[in-house]
């Protein structure tokens, strides 16, 4: 949850420094970036281990991924909501 302030501040700084209006849109990609970066991670050690035991469910990675992709919203909105008053000023 922590990794999204960054990211999103990124994200946002990068807009604003290309003179493009930072909105919602913003922070859904913000909010989704980490959990993708999890779950791509995830998937990927768990094919490099090597391991023959049953390999979870793909539903249960989805069920993950939205779990964290809602914890990390909030964040996010308060990133993108600083960005927003800020550029009015």
Known sequence: MLATIPVTALICWYRTAHKKRVSYGTMLVGACLI???????????IWLSGID?????????????????????????????????????
């Open 35 to 45: 959990p993708l970066l999890l779950f791509l991670f995830f998937t990927i050690a």
């Open 53 to 89: 035991a049953k390999a979870p469910s793909p539903l249960l990675f989805l069920q993950l991924f939205g779990f964290v992709a809602c914890m990390c919203v909030l964040p996010a909105f308060a990133v993108v909501g600083y960005y927003q008053k800020r550029s009015q000023k």
